[in-house]
């Protein structure tokens, strides 16, 4: 079995050899058949040239570097396109995702085809957990998932899964719209969530809004429904008020510069 980690990196450069070390630790020394793509979406740091340095030292890296960016969703989706694994992890660049969970996390993998996890507490300042909070409700609406689940930027799931979510358009992509749609079981396991360790959050109102467009285009509703016409009401109002969000949500084709 071979386990693919997939991390979008933007403006990581100070931290990811901390990281790729305790993947290391953490997962390599226990399970060699591990490859961890790199995903730089067009930082404005040194983080690509650090991503060639860490590629030299360390033979289970791939990096894959991007034209422009495209944002969390998209650096993901490309990350999945470029990686083999039977099993795949996605997680953040900024060490609140601890590697010391992943093989917990995958253990899920024999009896689920998806795992997220859930916080014990998180280490959010409180313009992040207004966020957090918010987009819950909101995508709890929008997928029809009840608001106890919550989804995470820190989860794994089986190739089958990944192969399905790679099959789409690469317009409004929006990873846990598809892994519900396309997962029977999906589980949960309690971790801890980690102080950011180095810099401040790149998310924050605009990456929301961002999101919440890329939901809104891509999801289906039976047509006559009450959801499918507050969902068209919601539509119109992107497309009249909040252009921008849209345009930059409909990322088109992902382009490639390099990969190492």
Request: glycine share 2%; charged share 30%; proline share 1%.
């Amino acid at each position: 079995m071979k386990l693919s980690i997939v991390i979008p990196v933007f403006n990581s450069s100070q931290i990811l050899e901390t990281l790729i070390q305790k993947i290391e630790i953490h997962v390599i020394r226990k399970k060699k058949n591990t490859q961890v793509i790199l995903v730089n979406d067009h930082s404005l740091d040194d983080s690509w040239q650090k991503i060639r340095d860490l590629k030299k030292k360390y033979e289970f890296i791939k990096g894959v570097n991007l034209k422009k960016n495209y944002g969390q969703h998209s650096a993901i989706f490309c990350g999945l396109k470029n990686c083999d694994g039977d099993k795949i992890v996605c997680m953040d660049d900024d060490m609140q995702h601890d590697p010391e969970h992943i093989l917990k996390m995958i253990d899920q993998l024999d009896e689920n085809d998806v795992c997220y996890v859930k916080y014990k507490k998180r280490e959010h300042n409180y313009t992040k957990i207004l966020i957090s909070k918010l987009n819950n409700i909101v995508s709890s609406f929008l997928m029809e998932k009840s608001s106890k689940i919550y989804t995470s930027s820190f989860k794994c799931f089986n190739k089958k899964i990944s192969d399905q979510i790679i099959l789409n358009d690469e317009n409004f992509i929006f990873l846990d719209y598809w892994i519900f749609k396309y997962a029977k079981n999906i589980t949960f396991v309690e971790v801890r969530h980690n102080k950011r360790f180095y810099g401040k959050t790149n998310y924050g109102f605009r990456e929301l809004l961002t999101l919440w467009s890329k939901m809104i285009f891509l999801i289906d509703v039976r047509k006559g429904s009450f959801r499918y016409y507050i969902i068209l009401v919601i539509k119109n109002f992107f497309k009249l008020f909040l252009k921008d969000y849209v345009r930059y949500a409909s990322s088109n084709k992902i382009e490639i510069s390099d990969i190492i």
